[in-house]
Structure formats: C-alpha cells, structure tokens
C-alpha cells in the first residue's frame, strides 16, 4: 500500500511538474502574441503615416505645373503637346547652352475665368 502511495504522489508530482512547464510555456507564448500584435499594431500605423506622406509628396509633385497665359484660343490645333514643345523652344531661343530636355507629360487647354464666370 505504501508502495502504491509513493508511486501516486509521485506522478501526482510529475503532473505538477509538467502542469509548472505548460503554464510557464503558455505564460511566454501569451507575452510573444501580446509582443506581436504591438509590433503590428506600430507597423499599420508606421504604413498610415508612410500612405499619408506619400499622398502628400505627390500632391506636392503636381504643383510643378506651368500655366501660359495669353496664348489665342485654338492656336494649339489637334496637338497641344507638340505646340507647347515649339513654345518653350521658341521661347527659351536665347539661352545657347540650355538644350531641351525638359519632359512635358500633359498638355492641354484650361478654360479661362472672364469675369464673373466660373471655370468649373
């Protein structure tokens, strides 16, 4: 009987044992999940603020933009990016060492404000 009583309260201690270890794992896997989802939590917010400044930098790149004024009313014909090209060309004549390099990447005809009329 003393033999049966050891040998419970040995596996009682075993089981004790191995329940210490599987709430020790348990314990660390809860901390490396809570760990992640901050980690995720810093990098969705690191990608908004990225998505923001990218939106902002292309924004800013569009404001590069060229207006010409005074130029008559269908002087462009059918190719506003070519008249546009023989524009600058023309324009810029003086300027010997200044080759055209320049990239036009849209051209094309804004209606104009008379007075009191909006464009919109």
């Known amino acids: 009987m003393q033999t049966q009583t050891c040998r419970v309260a040995k596996t009682c201690s075993e ?7 599987a709430e020790t794992r ?3 896997l809860e901390d490396d999940v809570r760990s992640q989802r901050m980690t995720c ?3 969705e917010k690191q990608l908004e603020d990225t998505q923001w400044k990218l939106s902002e930098l292309e924004d800013r790149l569009r404001r590069n933009n060229l207006r010409v004024l005074g130029i008559p009313e269908g002087a462009e014909g059918s ?3 070519g008249f546009m ?3 600058f060309k023309e ?5 010997h060492q200044w080759e055209w390099d320049r990239e036009i990447q849209r051209a094309h005809r804004f209606p ?8 919109t």
């Open 41 to 43: 939590e810093t990098m």
């Open 91 to 95: 324009a810029f004549l003086d300027l």
């Open 112 to 119: 104009f404000n008379r007075v009191g009329i909006s464009s």
């Open 79 to 81: 190719d506003p990016h």
């Open 85 to 87: 090209i023989a524009l």
């Open 26 to 28: 348990i314990s660390r």
């Open 15 to 21: 089981f004790t044992t191995r329940m210490e270890e």
